[in-house]
């Protein structure tokens, strides 16, 4: 009875850890839905628009390189390869972090462009969205979350990086790459297969 017991226990623990780093599946933003437009200043100080991109596929990334799930796929350099290989694409990957002030994951443009440099991140711009207002458009709910917009500007997917919601980075290797497999369904003219999964990773700090 006991054992009974503890192994239940274990079971709710693992599935409250669960509940607590993934969101549900459901969107926030409609799938096939135009993308809220927004405009945000980088690291540089300069002003960035999402329709600037206008008949470019858009990845937006939600981040925080204090959260260890953001970290697993940023200390290997998998993040961004995947960046690079978008950009090798002709597509636009825009970082997002939309910490407020004096929660984890804010820091100052300088501060964002040493930690961006010395990590080598290869997205074409890092935002700052401080008051949480495009994040909260979007329904980001996790570090990281991602979301592509199509050429016409339709979000067309929204979710996980992959299907491993671990920290472990030696998860990545046998992990799904869900952006990767849309943005290759995408450029083969297909519509994507799996157009939402469940983020996982820490809360945005809003």
């Keep these: ?13 693992l599935g409250v850890g669960l509940l607590l780093i993934c969101a549900t599946a459901s969107a926030q933003v409609d799938i096939g839905a135009s993308a809220p437009d927004f405009t945000l200043t980088d690291i540089r100080g300069e002003a ?34 995947l960046q690079s290989e978008a950009a090798g694409r002709g ?22 462009l040493a930690r961006s440099s010395e990590a080598g991140v290869a997205s074409e711009k890092i935002l700052l969205d401080p008051s949480g207002e495009v994040g909260r458009a979007y329904g980001a709910k996790t ?9 016409k500007g339709k979000v067309v997917y ?3 990086i992959d299907d491993r919601p671990t920290t472990n980075a030696e998860d990545i290797a046998g992990a799904k790459n ?28 809003y």
């Design 158 to 160: 929204q979710g996980a």
């Design 1 to 13: 009875m006991l054992m009974r017991m503890l192994r239940w226990s274990a079971r709710s623990i």
């Design 91 to 112: 597509v636009v990957w825009l970082s997002v972090n939309s910490s407020a002030a004096g929660k984890q994951g804010h820091f100052t443009p300088e501060q964002w």
């Design 48 to 81: 960035v628009s999402l329709s600037a991109y206008a008949g470019k596929t858009v990845v937006l990334e939600w981040t925080n390189y204090d959260c260890p799930f953001v970290k697993k796929h940023y200390s290997g350099g998998h993040m961004q390869a």
């Design 178 to 205: 869900y952006v990767r497999q849309a943005l290759d369904e995408l450029e083969a003219g297909k519509p994507v297969s799996e157009p939402v999964t469940a983020a996982y990773g820490c809360s945005v700090k």
């Design 143 to 151: 570090t990281p979350h991602l979301f592509i917009v199509d050429p």
